[in-house]
């Protein structure tokens, strides 16, 4: 199922910044396949794409007279470079967890995984530059303009942060340690909200901080991506159940056959598939008061709770 046309609009100019930034670095060739393999193969760049849209949404929002008069309101800059930084971020994750160490999985969108495409140790390599890569893309200029210090500081921390909690999610939803004193689905939903969620919700946060608004107009951004940020995942967890590898390009039925905790195996498949409507109604309803401005936003979120891999 496609995305939107004014959804994927941006991808080229995405992509192509993205591109350049790998480009920026002085690699051995081997190690510079590896990544273009694992960042500029096949994928929707849903990540990016929400940093590009919230950005563009928030800029009509910094533009009126009242954030104009806010004297503390940040410079606004291209939101290319948190693109790249949060899509760079994913691929080094999805190319980690594929390990045998953790998923040990063979498949991803359709292709052998990294480690499979080329070494376990290339793979791990290919991460580590890429994770170090996300935050040096912050530094670099984009269209030879450089970011103000202040946003640049305020996006590293924004990444930083992020990018812990998706790392300590892992490490509940592979290794456990989860609060004892949380309900069963209490402990799924950190896990989400950790795994998934924090990069998707930060990729929102980041694109409406690249458009200089003030920091007491970011939490409809916030939200809206926590929202998507934990239905995406709920969406993973059904198409888990319901789909086939052939399909969805990866290994499916994965999850419970490792005993992970998910939406479908906590309250069961017609649960999981409320909660996501519930989720889109969310959404939905904190976007409706930027009216068509936010017209992309509303249609990923809408493709988000349809999409079938």
């Not at 009126?64 to 949060?86: F, G, Q, W, Y």
């Not at 994913?90 to 070494?119: E, K, M, Q, Y």
């Not at 998910?262 to 409706?288: C, F, H, I, K």
């Amino acid at each position: 199922m496609a995305l939107p046309p004014t959804v994927e609009a941006p991808l080229h100019d995405i992509e192509r910044h993205l591109a350049a930034v790998i480009a920026s670095f002085a690699l051995p060739d081997a190690l510079r396949a590896a990544i273009e393999y694992a960042a500029l193969g096949p994928g929707k760049r849903i990540r990016p794409l929400l940093t590009w849209h919230c950005a563009k949404t928030a800029s009509a929002l910094a533009s009126n007279s009242d954030e104009r008069a806010t004297e503390t309101r940040p410079a606004a800059h291209s939101p290319l470079a948190a693109c790249a930084a949060v899509e760079l971020i994913h691929a080094f994750s999805l190319v980690h967890d594929d390990l045998p160490a953790l998923d040990n999985d063979d498949l991803r969108r359709g292709r052998p995984t990294l480690h499979r495409h080329t070494t376990e140790a290339m793979a791990v390599l290919a991460g580590d530059a890429m994770l170090t890569a996300a935050f040096a893309a912050m530094l670099l200029p984009v269209d030879g303009e450089a970011m103000p210090p202040s946003l640049a500081i305020s996006l590293l921390a924004e990444l930083s942060s992020s990018t812990m909690d998706m790392i300590a999610g892992q490490v509940h939803d592979t290794m456990g340690g989860l609060p004892p004193h949380l309900s069963p689905i209490e402990q799924v939903a950190l896990i989400h909200r950790r795994k998934t969620g924090a990069l998707i919700a930060a990729a929102c946060r980041m694109g409406a901080r690249c458009a200089g608004v003030s920091e007491g107009s970011l939490e409809p951004f916030a939200r809206y991506g926590e929202a998507i940020g934990l239905m995406f995942q709920i969406v993973d967890d059904l198409l888990d159940v319901e789909q086939n590898a052939s399909h969805t390009g990866k290994r499916t039925r994965k999850d419970h056959a490792a005993g992970k905790q998910t939406y479908p195996a906590v309250l069961g498949v017609e649960g999981a598939r409320d909660e996501v409507r519930r989720l889109g109604m969310q959404a939905a309803s904190l976007l409706a008061p930027f009216g068509e401005g936010a017209r992309p936003l509303l249609e990923l979120s809408e493709w988000l709770m349809r999409r079938t891999r």
